[in-house]
């Protein structure tokens, strides 16, 4: 089983992006699944989940900003990224929580937000 993100780029401040992330493999069923950003010389943080019910959760530096939501049928979480600043530059990761697998990650994605 294993994830694959895409979607990352180049934006200017105030633009948008959207990533996805999608599940393969011998997949029986996901429990939650969500995305983490690791920026140059800081800890991976959390930036929002979502349950398999839909119930989502985010960090406070994109709520209002950000959406996650998924398509269980396509085992594919996807993240709707509005009104970027150049903090929100980064490497994001996606991961989901495989009953069957437990935890996995997908490989990664570059954000870069110019100012």
């Known amino acids: 089983v294993q994830l694959q993100a895409s979607g990352g780029g180049l934006v200017q401040a105030g633009g948008s992006l959207r990533l996805s992330c999608a599940a393969s493999?011998?997949?029986?069923?996901?429990?939650?699944m969500g995305w983490r950003r690791q920026a140059p010389g800081k800890q991976r943080e959390l930036v929002a989940t979502?349950?398999?019910?839909?119930?989502?959760n985010y960090a406070d530096s994109v709520k209002g900003r950000f959406t996650i939501s998924r398509d269980n049928a396509k085992n594919t979480v996807y993240l709707q990224m509005n009104s970027l600043k150049p903090e929100d530059t980064a490497v994001y990761y996606c991961?989901?929580?495989?009953?069957?697998?437990?935890?996995?990650w997908g490989q990664g994605t570059l954000v870069t937000v110019s100012s």
């Open positions: 493999g011998s997949i029986f069923s996901i429990n939650a």
């Open positions: 979502i349950t398999s019910g839909g119930r989502t």
């Open positions: 991961n989901a929580d495989f009953t069957a697998w437990g935890t996995k």
